[in-house]
Every structure is written in structure tokens, then in C-alpha cells.
T-cell receptor, first 114, second 113 residues
Framework: DADVTQTPRNRITKTGKRIMLECSQTKGHDRMYWYRQDPGLGLQLIYYSFDVKDINKGEISDGYSVSRQAQAKFSLSLESAIPNQTALYFC?????????????FGPGTRLTVT | GDSVTQMEGPVTLSEEAFLTINCTYTATGYPSLFWYVQYPGEGLQLLLKATKADDKGSNKGFEATYRKETTSFHLEKGSVQVSDSAVYFCALFGSGNTGKLIFGQGTTLQVKP
């Protein structure tokens, strides 16, 4: 079984809808991240969490919110989806006890907003 | 702030050709440097890393040397295979312990038989 899982893997939604992307991990890592990938732009950090009570904005947090429900779960919400949020979204984890710099990525969620 | 710049792609090579993907960085202090690879339809996975100057990271025939004097971490492979076709990301983890990886924009490699 994968260590970092994301659901759904694909989602098509309409402008204005609220949607949630979920991430779960079985690695026991304390840190979790949400990234967005657009062609030619690499990965942009949306939010990151160092533990359940420590959540921080990344480079492009506007229009997004997150919830760290447990150490193993970190969800990303789009309150009112818009077409330019169409992208590939990745969750990642890292372990501060191991220096925290190696990140482990989920398989991604492809989101299309029409 | 910290940043990473990679050569633009796509890079198209024939099988068994030599590969170089350039990566330069801007950072204060002594960051750790990484190459991640993303195969089609998958998430990123760590390919290799170097945590101090002059370290050489290597894995699966790929190598990269941490050059502080030129602030570079170029990825090389002597003989690429079709299975190496992927997107390659250079990244740094700043010594300021912001807790964040900074990624380059990615370079697509296509290897033709």
C-alpha cells in the first residue's frame, strides 16, 4: 500500500463549487505539505503544517484553506473553485527527526474546474 | 529569498546519449540540494541529494556534485535509457530552516529509442 495517499485522483467540478482534496499518510511523519503543479511553473507551495497545531501559508494560499485533522491527515479545500485553479495537486510529507528535507509525495489529484 | 533555476526543456536525447541538466541556486548559508524525478502519472520521488559543498549525490546512474563556488548542482548521466524519460526537478532546503523545499521549474527529458 502507498505510504501517502490522495483522494480523489481526478475531479471535475464547476466554478463556484466547494471541494475538498484529502491526503493521508502512514509514514508517521510530522510535517505535511500541499503543492500545486502547473505546466512550466514547477511546484508552488500552497500550505504546510509542521504538526497538528502549526499550519502556515505558502506562496499561493489565496483561495485555499487547509485542515490538519490528525497527524496523518491533511486536507485542502477550495472554498469557491475558479477555472484558474485547474491544476495537478500534490500532498507531501517529511520527518523533522530526519532533518525534514526529504519529502515523500502522493500520486497527485488532477483537478479541473469548468 | 532562496531560489532555484533550471535549464529549460524539453530535452530530447537518443538512447545511450550523455545527459546534463543544469541547475543553479541562490541561497544564504549552506543549503542542502536535491534532484527529484517525476515519472508520467506519478508524484515526485527523491533521486539524489547532497548536503554540503563538494558532496556528490548518486543514484540509478545519475550524479550531481554540490559546487558552492559556482552555486550549481548539475545532473548528469552517462548513458540515458528510454525509461529515464520524466520531469526532473532541482530543489534546495535552506539552512535557515524555513522548513520548506524550494523547487526549480522542472526539466522534461524525453529519450528516444
Amino acid at each position: 500500500d502507498a505510504d501517502v495517499t490522495q483522494t480523489p485522483r481526478n475531479r471535475i467540478t464547476k466554478t463556484g463549487k466547494r471541494i475538498m482534496l484529502e491526503c493521508s499518510q502512514t509514514k508517521g511523519h510530522d510535517r505535511m505539505y500541499w503543492y500545486r503543479q502547473d505546466p512550466g511553473l514547477g511546484l508552488q507551495l500552497i500550505y504546510y503544517s509542521f504538526d497538528v497545531k502549526d499550519i502556515n501559508k505558502g506562496e499561493i494560499s489565496d483561495g485555499y484553506s487547509v485542515s490538519r485533522q490528525a497527524q496523518a491527515k491533511f486536507s485542502l479545500s477550495l472554498e469557491s473553485a475558479i477555472p484558474n485553479q485547474t491544476a495537478l495537486y500534490f500532498c507531501a510529507t517529511s520527518d523533522s527527526r530526519q532533518g525534514a528535507y526529504e519529502q515523500y509525495f502522493g500520486p497527485g489529484t488532477r483537478l479541473t474546474v469548468t | 529569498g532562496d531560489s532555484v533555476t533550471q535549464m529549460e526543456g524539453p530535452v530530447t536525447l537518443s538512447e545511450e546519449a550523455f545527459l546534463t541538466i543544469n541547475c543553479t541556486y541562490t541561497a544564504t548559508g549552506y543549503p542542502s540540494l536535491f534532484w527529484y524525478v517525476q515519472y508520467p502519472g506519478e508524484g515526485l520521488q527523491l533521486l539524489l541529494k547532497a548536503t554540503k559543498a563538494d558532496d556528490k549525490g548518486s543514484n540509478k546512474g545519475f550524479e550531481a556534485t554540490y559546487r558552492k563556488e559556482t552555486t550549481s548542482f548539475h545532473l548528469e548521466k552517462g548513458s540515458v535509457q528510454v525509461s529515464d524519460s520524466a520531469v526532473y526537478f532541482c530543489a534546495l532546503f535552506g539552512s535557515g530552516n524555513t522548513g520548506k523545499l524550494i523547487f526549480g521549474q522542472g526539466t522534461t527529458l524525453q529519450v528516444k529509442p
